[in-house]
């Protein structure tokens, strides 16, 4: 999906002194909420040539891979919804879950509403129990692996969200995306609802910095 070796320690901080010597005073203001034009029409570039078709206009920016999942939940679950966990959560998923009021299931149910896939592996069932929900239910591909089984099967499914960050050398940095993909049922309904999420939660948008520092890595 995106090519985490650009991402390496020695590169951002060679792209971050580049930027800091321009002295541009855009470094560090405010950038659009769902976060800069340029860089949201890059990964929608690579994304879709990785096969997940996606507009500018359905990636969002966030402050890390944390707050995808907290916005993500805050936008599509309501109290009483479901959520099924397909491999082990990532941390801090729980949270976000509960926070937004909705309960985790073990068994696909008429009130489950998100499907949650991590890692790189795909459990025995998964595409099945995909199939079965289909119509009612989303998948959240939470920073799966690219290249894994489980980006495969992320990437062959419709209704499916991505929520992602940019790998270890960014860990602290706090920057990452969702991407609602363009084969997404009420796709721009969605994209909506997260932008509104990210707002009422506080989230301006990340550092433009290191949004900066992004875009120049990725091209």
Do not use: W
């Amino acid at each position: 999906m995106i090519d985490l070796s650009l991402f390496s320690r020695a590169r951002l901080d060679a792209a971050l002194e580049a930027l800091l010597a321009t002295q541009d005073s855009a470094l560090h203001a405010y950038t659009p909420a769902p976060g800069l034009p340029a860089l949201r029409s890059v990964l929608s570039e690579k994304l879709s040539d990785a096969g997940y078709p996606v507009a500018p206009e359905g990636i969002y920016i966030t402050c890390g891979a944390q707050a995808g999942r907290s916005i993500l939940a805050r936008a599509l679950l309501d109290p009483g919804d479901e959520v099924l966990f397909l491999t082990p959560p990532a941390e801090g998923i729980l949270p976000a879950v509960r926070a937004a009021g909705a309960a985790v299931t073990e068994l696909l149910t008429d009130r489950t509403r998100l499907l949650v896939l991590s890692g790189a592996s795909v459990p025995d069932g998964a595409a099945e129990t995909l199939r079965v929900a289909e119509g009612r239910a989303c998948l959240l591909a939470d920073c799966v692996t690219p290249g894994s089984e489980a980006a495969a099967l992320a990437l062959t499914t419709d209704a499916c969200v991505l929520n992602g960050d940019f790998g270890p050398a960014l860990s602290g940095e706090c920057i990452g995306f969702l991407a609602v993909g363009s084969r997404f049922p009420a796709a721009d309904r969605l994209t909506a609802a997260i932008a509104g999420a990210g707002r009422a939660m506080g989230y301006v948008n990340p550092p433009s910095l290191m949004q900066r520092a992004v875009l120049a890595l990725l091209t």
